[in-house]
Nanobody
Framework: EVQLVESGGGSVQPLGTLKLSCVAS????????MAWFRQAPGKEREGVAS???????FVGEPVKGRAIVTKDGAKNSLTLELRSVNAEDTGVYYC??????????????????WGQGTQVTVSS
């Protein structure tokens, strides 16, 4: 059984830095695509960033210039560092994965495996 477990959520002050981690088990995603999504209150879930099977990162427009996403094949993990956070970064952050090498667009229907999500609240 494939499991994705996120950690690192919580309360972050405006302009602070958020760091999330996701550890996978049940499948080795080192050569596969993994991604982060988030869902703000009252909004649809949106793609944030991804890393393909070759380790090539892609950062979505909502966080471009503020986010660093990395994948560690040996640890079967994915991390997201988001700087200069603001209220619009508040939401539930989800780790997702697919067995394919390529990520393509960061769209929900392309991903087969999901974590339970971790709440992030940006507040002073």
């Amino acid at each position: 059984e494939v499991q994705l477990v996120e950690s690192g959520g919580g309360s972050v002050q405006p302009l602070g830095t958020l760091k999330l981690s996701c550890v996978a088990s049940g499948y080795a995603f080192g050569r596969s695509c993994m991604a982060w999504f988030r869902q703000a209150p009252g909004k649809e879930r949106e793609g944030v960033a991804s890393v393909n099977g070759g380790g090539y990162p892609f950062v979505g427009e909502p966080v471009k210039g503020r986010a660093i996403v990395t994948k560690d094949g040996a640890k079967n993990s994915l991390t997201l560092e988001l700087r200069s956070v603001n209220a619009e970064d508040t939401g539930v952050y989800y780790c997702a994965a697919r067995t394919e090498y390529a990520c393509g667009e960061i769209e929900e229907h392309l991903f087969d495996y999901w974590g339970q999500g971790t709440q992030v609240t940006v507040s002073s």
